[in-house]
Protein backbone atom coordinates (compact mmCIF):
# COMPACT_ATOMS: atom_id res chain seq x y z
CA UNK A 1 0.00 0.00 0.00
CA UNK A 2 2.62 2.28 0.70
CA UNK A 3 4.79 1.46 -2.91
CA UNK A 4 1.28 1.97 -4.04
CA UNK A 5 0.57 5.33 -2.53
CA UNK A 6 4.32 6.66 -3.24
CA UNK A 7 3.61 5.53 -7.16
CA UNK A 8 0.30 7.47 -7.44
CA UNK A 9 1.71 10.56 -5.81
CA UNK A 10 4.59 10.77 -8.41
CA UNK A 11 2.42 10.25 -10.92
CA UNK A 12 0.02 13.17 -9.84
CA UNK A 13 3.21 15.54 -9.61
CA UNK A 14 3.67 14.72 -13.55
CA UNK A 15 0.70 15.36 -13.97
CA UNK A 16 0.60 18.93 -12.41
CA UNK A 17 3.72 19.36 -14.67
CA UNK A 18 2.59 18.85 -17.50
CA UNK A 19 -0.17 20.55 -17.42
CA UNK A 20 2.03 23.36 -16.02
CA UNK A 21 3.91 22.92 -19.47
CA UNK A 22 1.02 23.09 -21.50
CA UNK A 23 0.04 26.78 -19.56
CA UNK A 24 3.14 27.96 -20.37
CA UNK A 25 2.83 27.07 -24.06
CA UNK A 26 -0.78 28.84 -24.24
CA UNK A 27 0.59 31.75 -23.58
CA UNK A 28 2.96 31.62 -26.23
CA UNK A 29 1.27 33.57 -29.81
CA UNK A 30 -0.22 30.22 -31.92
CA UNK A 31 0.75 31.49 -34.88
CA UNK A 32 4.46 31.60 -33.69
CA UNK A 33 4.25 28.06 -32.50
CA UNK A 34 3.08 26.99 -35.95
CA UNK A 35 5.63 28.45 -37.57
CA UNK A 36 8.54 27.23 -35.67
CA UNK A 37 7.17 23.54 -35.38
CA UNK A 38 7.36 23.19 -39.52
CA UNK A 39 11.27 23.34 -39.33
CA UNK A 40 10.89 21.27 -35.62
CA UNK A 41 12.22 17.39 -37.27
CA UNK A 42 12.56 16.08 -33.71
CA UNK A 43 8.46 14.68 -33.70
CA UNK A 44 7.35 16.36 -30.63
CA UNK A 45 4.80 17.94 -32.15
CA UNK A 46 2.06 15.28 -33.14
CA UNK A 47 -0.72 17.40 -34.29
CA UNK A 48 -1.23 21.32 -35.87
CA UNK A 49 -4.46 22.15 -36.44
CA UNK A 50 -5.28 25.60 -37.89
CA UNK A 51 -8.75 26.83 -38.54
CA UNK A 52 -10.64 23.81 -38.54
CA UNK A 53 -14.01 23.68 -40.24
CA UNK A 54 -16.82 21.06 -40.64
CA UNK A 55 -20.53 21.53 -41.69
CA UNK A 56 -23.24 18.92 -42.01
CA UNK A 57 -26.54 20.77 -43.44
CA UNK A 58 -25.47 23.98 -42.86
CA UNK A 59 -25.07 23.24 -39.12
CA UNK A 60 -21.47 24.37 -37.85
CA UNK A 61 -20.45 21.06 -36.12
CA UNK A 62 -15.95 22.69 -36.00
CA UNK A 63 -16.05 26.79 -36.75
CA UNK A 64 -12.03 27.31 -37.14
CA UNK A 65 -10.52 25.41 -34.12
CA UNK A 66 -7.20 25.58 -34.05
CA UNK A 67 -4.28 23.85 -31.69
CA UNK A 68 -1.41 21.92 -31.30
CA UNK A 69 -0.70 18.99 -29.33
CA UNK A 70 2.24 17.53 -28.40
CA UNK A 71 4.24 14.29 -27.79
CA UNK A 72 2.86 13.26 -24.67
CA UNK A 73 -0.37 15.22 -24.19
CA UNK A 74 -3.83 14.31 -22.64
CA UNK A 75 -6.43 16.31 -24.30
CA UNK A 76 -10.02 15.74 -22.94
CA UNK A 77 -13.02 16.51 -25.04
CA UNK A 78 -16.02 17.28 -23.89
CA UNK A 79 -19.45 18.44 -25.30
CA UNK A 80 -23.11 16.99 -24.72
CA UNK A 81 -24.28 13.95 -27.21
CA UNK A 82 -24.34 16.06 -31.14
CA UNK A 83 -22.15 18.46 -30.16
CA UNK A 84 -19.45 16.67 -33.08
CA UNK A 85 -16.48 15.07 -30.22
CA UNK A 86 -16.55 12.21 -32.94
CA UNK A 87 -16.31 14.12 -35.76
CA UNK A 88 -13.61 16.85 -34.07
CA UNK A 89 -11.45 13.61 -33.11
CA UNK A 90 -11.78 12.31 -37.13
CA UNK A 91 -10.42 15.76 -38.07
CA UNK A 92 -7.64 16.00 -35.84
CA UNK A 93 -6.59 12.38 -36.16
CA UNK A 94 -6.82 13.02 -40.38
CA UNK A 95 -9.71 10.63 -40.66
CA UNK A 96 -12.30 13.12 -42.28
CA UNK A 97 -11.25 16.08 -44.08
CA UNK A 98 -12.45 19.28 -42.69
CA UNK A 99 -14.24 21.98 -45.33
CA UNK A 100 -11.24 24.39 -44.57
CA UNK A 101 -8.23 24.82 -42.31
CA UNK A 102 -4.98 23.06 -42.35
CA UNK A 103 -3.49 19.97 -40.69
CA UNK A 104 -0.42 18.59 -40.31
CA UNK A 105 0.41 15.43 -38.08
CA UNK A 106 3.60 14.53 -36.74
CA UNK A 107 5.95 12.10 -38.54
CA UNK A 108 5.67 8.55 -38.04
CA UNK A 109 2.34 8.85 -36.13
CA UNK A 110 1.25 5.59 -35.05
CA UNK A 111 -2.62 5.67 -33.92
CA UNK A 112 -4.62 3.67 -32.04
CA UNK A 113 -8.90 3.92 -31.88
CA UNK A 114 -10.96 2.25 -29.12
CA UNK A 115 -14.44 3.07 -29.40
CA UNK A 116 -17.61 2.91 -27.59
CA UNK A 117 -19.21 0.03 -28.89
CA UNK A 118 -16.75 -3.01 -29.28
CA UNK A 119 -17.66 -3.27 -32.65
CA UNK A 120 -14.38 -4.43 -33.74
CA UNK A 121 -14.67 -7.57 -31.25
CA UNK A 122 -15.67 -10.90 -33.06
CA UNK A 123 -18.07 -12.61 -30.53
CA UNK A 124 -17.05 -15.90 -31.93
CA UNK A 125 -13.74 -15.38 -30.80
CA UNK A 126 -12.35 -16.55 -27.49
CA UNK A 127 -10.46 -14.36 -25.34
CA UNK A 128 -7.18 -15.73 -25.82
CA UNK A 129 -7.81 -15.50 -29.79
CA UNK A 130 -8.70 -11.92 -29.84
CA UNK A 131 -5.39 -11.05 -28.03
CA UNK A 132 -3.16 -13.28 -30.49
CA UNK A 133 -5.16 -12.86 -33.58
CA UNK A 134 -5.73 -16.70 -33.23
CA UNK A 135 -2.14 -16.96 -33.38
CA UNK A 136 -0.24 -19.24 -30.43
CA UNK A 137 -0.23 -18.27 -27.49
CA UNK A 138 1.66 -15.26 -27.63
CA UNK A 139 1.25 -11.52 -27.90
CA UNK A 140 3.30 -9.46 -29.76
CA UNK A 141 3.97 -6.13 -27.34
CA UNK A 142 5.80 -3.49 -28.61
CA UNK A 143 8.02 -4.56 -25.44
CA UNK A 144 8.26 -7.87 -26.72
CA UNK A 145 6.35 -11.11 -26.89
CA UNK A 146 4.56 -12.31 -23.72
CA UNK A 147 2.60 -15.05 -22.90
CA UNK A 148 -1.43 -14.91 -23.60
CA UNK A 149 -2.20 -16.31 -19.97
CA UNK A 150 0.41 -13.31 -18.26
CA UNK A 151 -1.25 -10.49 -20.43
CA UNK A 152 -4.97 -11.35 -19.60
CA UNK A 153 -3.51 -11.36 -15.66
CA UNK A 154 -2.14 -8.16 -16.42
CA UNK A 155 -5.72 -6.84 -17.44
CA UNK A 156 -8.00 -9.09 -14.45
CA UNK A 157 -8.95 -12.07 -16.62
CA UNK A 158 -8.98 -15.24 -14.79
CA UNK A 159 -7.05 -18.33 -16.58
CA UNK A 160 -10.26 -19.77 -17.00
CA UNK A 161 -11.55 -17.46 -19.76
CA UNK A 162 -8.88 -17.91 -22.10
CA UNK A 163 -11.02 -20.58 -23.51
CA UNK A 164 -14.49 -18.36 -22.88
CA UNK A 165 -15.82 -16.80 -25.91
CA UNK A 166 -16.45 -12.92 -26.36
CA UNK A 167 -19.98 -13.24 -26.50
CA UNK A 168 -20.13 -14.61 -23.29
CA UNK A 169 -18.08 -11.47 -21.69
CA UNK A 170 -20.09 -8.54 -19.69
CA UNK A 171 -19.57 -5.15 -21.16
CA UNK A 172 -17.14 -4.00 -18.62
CA UNK A 173 -14.54 -7.28 -19.70
CA UNK A 174 -15.52 -6.48 -23.30
CA UNK A 175 -14.21 -3.25 -22.69
CA UNK A 176 -11.32 -4.39 -20.94
CA UNK A 177 -10.76 -6.97 -23.54
CA UNK A 178 -10.44 -3.97 -26.26
CA UNK A 179 -7.79 -1.82 -24.04
CA UNK A 180 -5.85 -4.83 -23.85
CA UNK A 181 -6.06 -5.25 -27.40
CA UNK A 182 -5.06 -1.66 -27.97
CA UNK A 183 -2.60 -0.99 -25.63
CA UNK A 184 -1.01 -4.56 -27.71
CA UNK A 185 -0.42 -2.35 -30.73
CA UNK A 186 2.58 -0.70 -31.35
CA UNK A 187 1.70 3.31 -31.39
CA UNK A 188 2.10 6.52 -30.51
CA UNK A 189 -1.07 8.01 -30.43
CA UNK A 190 -4.02 6.40 -28.34
CA UNK A 191 -7.76 7.85 -28.86
CA UNK A 192 -10.26 6.72 -26.01
CA UNK A 193 -13.98 7.12 -27.31
CA UNK A 194 -16.24 6.95 -23.57
CA UNK A 195 -13.40 4.20 -22.22
CA UNK A 196 -15.07 4.19 -19.21
CA UNK A 197 -18.65 3.32 -20.01
CA UNK A 198 -19.14 -0.53 -18.76
CA UNK A 199 -16.23 -0.71 -16.72
CA UNK A 200 -16.26 -1.19 -12.42
CA UNK A 201 -13.56 0.57 -10.55
CA UNK A 202 -10.69 -1.92 -10.68
CA UNK A 203 -11.14 -1.69 -14.14
CA UNK A 204 -11.31 2.39 -14.23
CA UNK A 205 -8.12 2.09 -11.97
CA UNK A 206 -6.51 -0.23 -14.35
CA UNK A 207 -6.90 2.47 -16.99
CA UNK A 208 -5.69 5.59 -15.06
CA UNK A 209 -2.79 3.52 -13.95
CA UNK A 210 -1.61 2.51 -18.02
CA UNK A 211 -2.75 5.94 -19.50
CA UNK A 212 0.04 7.37 -16.90
CA UNK A 213 2.70 5.27 -17.86
CA UNK A 214 1.87 5.72 -21.64
CA UNK A 215 4.68 7.46 -23.18
CA UNK A 216 2.71 8.77 -26.84
CA UNK A 217 -0.39 11.25 -27.27
CA UNK A 218 -3.82 10.77 -25.64
CA UNK A 219 -7.13 12.15 -27.20
CA UNK A 220 -10.13 11.15 -25.06
CA UNK A 221 -13.72 11.46 -25.31
CA UNK A 222 -15.28 11.45 -21.21
CA UNK A 223 -18.56 12.48 -19.71
CA UNK A 224 -16.60 10.96 -16.58
CA UNK A 225 -15.06 14.36 -14.62
CA UNK A 226 -13.05 12.68 -12.30
CA UNK A 227 -11.57 10.31 -15.08
CA UNK A 228 -10.68 13.72 -16.81
CA UNK A 229 -9.33 15.52 -13.76
CA UNK A 230 -6.94 12.35 -13.01
CA UNK A 231 -5.46 12.21 -16.73
CA UNK A 232 -5.64 14.86 -19.27
CA UNK A 233 -3.43 17.95 -19.44
CA UNK A 234 -5.93 19.89 -21.16
CA UNK A 235 -10.03 19.91 -21.92
CA UNK A 236 -11.30 20.71 -25.22
CA UNK A 237 -15.09 21.82 -24.35
CA UNK A 238 -17.74 22.76 -26.77
CA UNK A 239 -19.17 26.53 -26.49
CA UNK A 240 -22.19 25.92 -28.79
CA UNK A 241 -22.34 26.48 -32.71
CA UNK A 242 -19.26 24.73 -33.59
CA UNK A 243 -17.17 26.79 -31.46
CA UNK A 244 -14.75 24.38 -29.39
CA UNK A 245 -12.51 26.50 -26.88
CA UNK A 246 -9.12 24.50 -25.32
CA UNK A 247 -8.66 25.19 -21.45
CA UNK A 248 -5.26 24.29 -20.08
CA UNK A 249 -5.79 21.43 -16.86
CA UNK A 250 -8.33 19.24 -16.24
CA UNK A 251 -11.96 19.25 -16.04
CA UNK A 252 -12.21 21.58 -12.81
CA UNK A 253 -9.87 24.29 -13.89
CA UNK A 254 -11.81 24.50 -17.42
CA UNK A 255 -14.82 25.30 -15.35
CA UNK A 256 -13.20 27.71 -13.29
CA UNK A 257 -11.24 29.09 -16.43
CA UNK A 258 -14.76 28.83 -18.16
CA UNK A 259 -16.92 30.93 -16.36
CA UNK A 260 -13.97 33.34 -16.06
CA UNK A 261 -13.88 33.54 -19.75
CA UNK A 262 -18.05 33.89 -20.08
CA UNK A 263 -17.89 36.89 -17.59
CA UNK A 264 -14.86 38.49 -19.83
CA UNK A 265 -16.59 38.28 -22.67
CA UNK A 266 -19.47 40.07 -21.22
CA UNK A 267 -17.56 43.01 -20.14
CA UNK A 268 -15.99 43.12 -23.43
CA UNK A 269 -19.39 43.46 -25.16
CA UNK A 270 -20.48 46.06 -22.99
CA UNK A 271 -17.72 47.68 -23.03
CA UNK A 272 -17.76 47.41 -27.22
CA UNK A 273 -21.43 48.88 -27.62
CA UNK A 274 -21.61 52.65 -28.74
CA UNK A 275 -22.97 55.39 -26.45
CA UNK A 276 -26.70 55.92 -26.67
CA UNK A 277 -27.12 52.18 -27.45
CA UNK A 278 -27.89 51.12 -23.99
CA UNK A 279 -30.68 48.47 -23.33
CA UNK A 280 -33.62 50.05 -20.86
CA UNK A 281 -33.00 48.71 -17.37
CA UNK A 282 -36.27 46.71 -18.05
CA UNK A 283 -34.99 44.43 -20.71
CA UNK A 284 -32.19 42.92 -19.37
CA UNK A 285 -33.83 41.88 -16.28
CA UNK A 286 -35.63 40.29 -18.50
CA UNK A 287 -33.10 38.57 -20.66
CA UNK A 288 -31.37 37.26 -16.97
CA UNK A 289 -34.64 35.71 -15.61
CA UNK A 290 -34.76 33.56 -19.02
CA UNK A 291 -31.28 32.68 -18.33
CA UNK A 292 -31.76 31.31 -15.23
CA UNK A 293 -32.41 27.29 -13.92
CA UNK A 294 -35.80 26.23 -14.61
CA UNK A 295 -37.41 24.27 -11.52
CA UNK A 296 -36.89 21.00 -13.68
CA UNK A 297 -33.22 21.21 -14.22
CA UNK A 298 -32.50 22.13 -10.33
CA UNK A 299 -34.27 19.33 -9.32
CA UNK A 300 -32.05 17.58 -11.96
CA UNK A 301 -29.07 18.64 -10.29
CA UNK A 302 -29.98 17.55 -6.82
CA UNK A 303 -31.57 13.78 -8.06
CA UNK A 304 -29.26 12.92 -10.82
CA UNK A 305 -26.36 11.83 -8.80
CA UNK A 306 -28.12 9.62 -6.41
CA UNK A 307 -29.60 8.10 -9.53
CA UNK A 308 -26.43 7.92 -11.02
CA UNK A 309 -24.84 6.30 -8.15
CA UNK A 310 -27.96 3.83 -8.46
CA UNK A 311 -27.16 2.78 -11.89
CA UNK A 312 -23.46 2.20 -10.89
CA UNK A 313 -24.65 -0.08 -7.81
CA UNK A 314 -26.52 -1.68 -10.64
CA UNK A 315 -24.27 -2.05 -13.20
CA UNK A 316 -21.83 -3.45 -10.49
CA UNK A 317 -24.06 -5.95 -9.21
CA UNK A 318 -24.70 -7.25 -13.01
CA UNK A 319 -20.90 -7.34 -13.47
CA UNK A 320 -20.63 -9.79 -10.81
CA UNK A 321 -23.83 -11.43 -12.43
CA UNK A 322 -22.03 -12.07 -15.57
CA UNK A 323 -18.46 -12.90 -14.50
CA UNK A 324 -19.47 -16.20 -13.48
CA UNK A 325 -18.12 -18.33 -16.46
CA UNK A 326 -20.59 -21.03 -16.05
CA UNK A 327 -23.63 -19.29 -15.47
CA UNK A 328 -23.94 -18.85 -19.83
CA UNK A 329 -23.63 -22.82 -19.92
CA UNK A 330 -25.80 -23.32 -17.20
CA UNK A 331 -28.55 -20.37 -17.39
CA UNK A 332 -27.97 -19.18 -21.17
CA UNK A 333 -31.95 -17.47 -20.95
CA UNK A 334 -30.51 -16.11 -17.49
CA UNK A 335 -27.39 -14.85 -18.65
CA UNK A 336 -28.96 -13.66 -21.95
CA UNK A 337 -31.60 -11.37 -19.35
CA UNK A 338 -28.90 -10.39 -17.11
CA UNK A 339 -26.72 -9.10 -20.29
CA UNK A 340 -29.48 -6.87 -21.76
CA UNK A 341 -29.89 -5.76 -18.17
CA UNK A 342 -26.61 -4.65 -18.19
CA UNK A 343 -26.98 -2.95 -21.54
CA UNK A 344 -29.83 -0.70 -20.48
CA UNK A 345 -28.67 0.17 -17.16
CA UNK A 346 -25.31 1.27 -18.89
CA UNK A 347 -27.40 3.78 -21.36
CA UNK A 348 -29.49 5.08 -18.82
CA UNK A 349 -26.08 5.90 -17.37
CA UNK A 350 -24.55 7.48 -20.12
CA UNK A 351 -27.75 9.59 -20.23
CA UNK A 352 -27.86 10.37 -16.68
CA UNK A 353 -24.05 11.58 -16.80
CA UNK A 354 -24.65 13.37 -20.04
CA UNK A 355 -28.01 15.61 -18.44
CA UNK A 356 -25.92 15.87 -15.23
CA UNK A 357 -23.37 17.80 -17.60
CA UNK A 358 -25.01 19.89 -19.07
CA UNK A 359 -27.03 21.12 -16.27
CA UNK A 360 -23.78 21.51 -14.41
CA UNK A 361 -22.13 23.82 -17.51
CA UNK A 362 -24.83 25.48 -17.42
CA UNK A 363 -24.77 27.03 -13.37
CA UNK A 364 -21.27 27.42 -13.53
CA UNK A 365 -21.64 30.01 -16.51
CA UNK A 366 -24.93 31.50 -15.00
CA UNK A 367 -23.07 31.30 -11.34
CA UNK A 368 -25.80 30.19 -9.51
Known sequence: MTARRKRNERRLRNLHELRDRRRTERRVDGNVRMTVSEADPSGKSHVEAVGLMKTYADRPIV????????????VGI????????????????????????TLKLGANLQLVTLDQRRDSLDPTETVAEALTGGRGDTVMLPSGPKHVMSY??????????ARQPVSALSGGERGRLMLARALARPSNMIVLDEPTNDLDMETLDLLEEMLADYPGTVLLVSHDRDFLDRVVTSVVVSEGNGRWVEYAGGYADMLAQRGADVAARAVVARQAKPRGTEVPAAAPARKEQKRRLTMKEMEALKTLPGRIDKLHKEIARLDGMLADTELYARDPAAFDKAAKAHDKAAAELAAAEEEWLRIEILREELGQ
Open 63 to 74: AGFSTRIQRGDR
Open 152 to 161: MKDFLFEPGQ
Open 78 to 101: VGPNGAGKTTLIELLTGRREPDAG
